[in-house]
């Protein structure tokens, strides 16, 4: 079963500011690795993806992921009060079953 | 968009009680799942299914049956339901293959067992 330990559970920052969540999974099958947002009231909604070691972009978003450590960060530049909802990490191995981190609550202060 | 819908969206149920939550895709999709949402548990996965006609059992389906009777239908069958099944129920549909791990997900049902 796969444990997925996610850091930290809220989190505060100001309008322009940093936001950086952080995710350990303990399955060394995991291979594919997303970030989800879920807005309150909502359903969660996939944020993206990373699948190889290192970086990978997308607009103010940047994930990293470390395999050897089974690490994966997610820094949101320039943040925004649109921005504040709860995030997910979550990896999937060789059987289809993506499994979810337990959330951290980012508030983005105007 | 792909399209997931949960039916209800909120239930009050008695202890005892039958409960079935009911999820339909048009997304064509071969794999489907339940979650429930509590929180600092994050989103924990009951059942899921690969295709009409099969179910898995997740990391907690104690108290739980899930039926797959179709590409389209997945359901959650909470046969005696208990005050700890209160909770956010959520629904989602995945593809094999390109962009693996992207599930679609419907808006939830909320149940609450009295």
């Known amino acids: 079963q796969q444990k997925v330990q996610q850091s930290p559970e809220s989190l505060i920052v100001p ?3 940093m936001a950086s969540l952080n995710c350990t999974f303990s399955d060394r099958n995991s291979q594919y690795f997303w970030w989800y947002r879920q807005h309150s009231g909502e359903g969660p909604k996939a944020l993206m993806s990373i699948f190889s070691n290192g970086d990978k972009k997308e607009g103010r978003f940047t994930a990293h992921l470390n395999k050897a ?3 994966v960060s997610l820094h949101i530049k320039d943040s925004q009060p649109s921005d504040s909802a709860l995030y997910f990490c979550a990896g999937m191995s060789n059987y289809n079953v993506l499994y979810f981190g337990s959330g951290t609550k980012l508030t983005v202060e105007p | 968009e792909a399209a997931v819908t949960q039916s209800p969206r909120n239930k009050v149920a008695v202890t005892g009680g039958k409960v079935t939550l009911s999820c339909n895709q048009t997304n064509n999709h071969n794999n489907m799942y339940w979650y429930r ?5 994050g989103l924990r996965l009951i059942h899921y299914s690969y295709g009409a006609g099969s179910t898995e ?7 739980y049956k899930a039926s797959r009777p179709s590409q ?3 359901s959650l069958i909470l046969e005696l339901a208990t005050p700890s099944q209160t909770s956010v129920y959520f629904c ?3 593809q094999t293959g390109r962009d693996t791990g992207q599930l679609y ?3 939830g049902s909320k149940l609450t067992v009295l």
């Open chain 2, 105 to 107: 997900f419907g808006e």
């Open chain 1, 69 to 71: 450590s089974l690490h």
């Open chain 1, 15 to 17: 309008e322009g500011g």
């Open chain 2, 37 to 41: 949402q509590d929180t600092g548990h």
């Open chain 2, 92 to 94: 989602a549909s995945g």
């Open chain 2, 57 to 63: 059992k997740g990391d907690i389906p104690d108290g």
């Open chain 2, 72 to 74: 389209e239908n997945f």
